[in-house]
């Protein structure tokens, strides 16, 4: 098979090596899927250059998330070939190449109907988003939510989420361009945060009571503003530090305010509540059965242009999901 391999760390362009690779045999167990589509993470950036808290060994093949379909199946593994599968493969022996091995029992299904791109782009930044909003969040129709960096990955699936159940999404990101692929996801208000205060444009959308839910996927300043921006006894979700500086968080403050900072890690319920993981699919399907979700991938490159798609995601300019097909 064709694939990417990391032999030693650095930057992606500098490090990913495409070529021909073994073919990867099922175990007991699992599935070999030929990969249909691999979406990329900010983590397979970090994987790259060691500085990921998980270090698989060298050399390895990055891709957290794909959409494939079963070419054969280990012995005892609950799944068949020609089953249309999305997952989770194996750190180290992951999706950016044509075939990858997965334990079958961590499977779901490819959604009906969803392209391979979207199925592959879907199952990491949509269970974030039902986990905090749902979950975490405890969002509820007629609440306002408050989504940064709503153009991206996580950002844009906790816009669709949030317009699904009910509530009046505002969404902010980075210019121009970005803003308007936000209004397009459906939110209700969109803010530039690059050209305006978001703390003012909040309170002024929301008769000075600030944002109920907050999902905040880029920390530092951004964090600062939303314990300004939410509301009475609001809750902030913690999803990630795009913006690189963990920000604290004042007791005294949150006191005051009655407001919580809710802490979100969904990888961390697949170890501690793993039977979360097909009942949030269970909604997901539902939602996208119902075209309420319509995940977003900005880009679509062929497999061999991966030092490319982590390049747009490194330096901000990718909306969606950049996703690589084989
Ligand atoms: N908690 C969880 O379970 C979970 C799950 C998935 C992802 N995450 C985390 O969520 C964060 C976003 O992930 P994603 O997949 O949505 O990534 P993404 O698609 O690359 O989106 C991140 C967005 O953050 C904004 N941003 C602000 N400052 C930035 C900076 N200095 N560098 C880069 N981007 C910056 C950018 O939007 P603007 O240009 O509009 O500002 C960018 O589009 C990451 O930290 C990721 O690790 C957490």
Redesign the pocket.
């Known amino acids: 098979m064709r694939g990417w391999q990391v032999r030693e760390l650095g930057e992606p362009a500098d490090v990913l090596e495409f070529g021909e690779l073994p073919d990867p045999e099922p175990g007991p167990g699992q599935v070999l899927v030929r990969v249909h589509a691999v979406a990329c993470?900010?983590?397979d950036i970090l994987l790259c250059r060691g500085t990921y808290q998980e270090k698989p060994a060298l050399p390895f093949t990055p891709g957290l998330e794909i959409a494939g379909e079963v070419v054969a199946a280990g012995d005892g593994a609950a799944a068949r070939v020609g089953d249309r599968v999305i997952g989770t493969p194996p750190m180290g022996r992951g999706g950016y190449a044509e075939l990858a091995v997965l334990d079958a029992a961590s499977t779901l299904p490819w959604p009906e109907g969803m392209s391979a791109g979207q199925a592959a782009g879907m199952f990491?930044?949509y269970?974030?988003g039902i986990?905090?909003l749902e979950h975490r969040g405890r969002l509820q129709a007629g609440e306002t939510l408050l989504v940064?960096?709503?153009?991206?990955?996580?950002?844009?699936?906790a816009v669709q989420l949030g317009r699904a159940m009910g509530a009046r999404v505002i969404g902010?990101?980075?210019?121009a361009e970005?803003c308007e692929v936000v209004r397009g996801l459906g939110a209700d208000e969109v803010i530039d945060?690059?050209a305006e205060d978001v703390v003012a444009r909040v309170k002024e959308l929301t008769g000075r009571r600030g944002a109920d839910v907050v999902f905040d996927?880029?920390?530092?300043d951004?964090f600062d503003a939303s314990r300004k921006a939410v509301a009475f006894e609001g809750r902030i979700l913690?999803?990630?530090?795009?913006?690189?500086r963990f920000a604290d968080a004042p007791t005294n403050h949150l006191l005051v305010k009655n407001y919580a900072v809710v802490?979100?890690?969904?990888?961390?319920y697949r170890q501690m509540r793993p039977e979360m993981i097909p009942a949030w699919q269970g909604r997901l399907d539902e939602l996208w059965a119902q075209r309420k979700i319509d995940p977003l991938v900005?880009a679509d490159l062929p497999l061999d242009q991966a030092p490319e798609a982590l390049r747009r995601?490194?330096?901000?300019a990718?909306?969606?999901?950049?996703v690589l097909t084989p």
């Open positions: 993470n900010f983590p990491i930044t269970q974030t986990c905090a940064h960096a709503a153009a991206g990955g996580v950002g844009s699936a902010t990101a980075g210019g970005k945060y690059s996927p880029v920390g530092g951004i913690v999803i990630g530090f795009a913006g690189g802490g979100v890690h969904w990888g961390y900005g995601l490194a330096s901000r990718s909306t969606g999901k950049v």
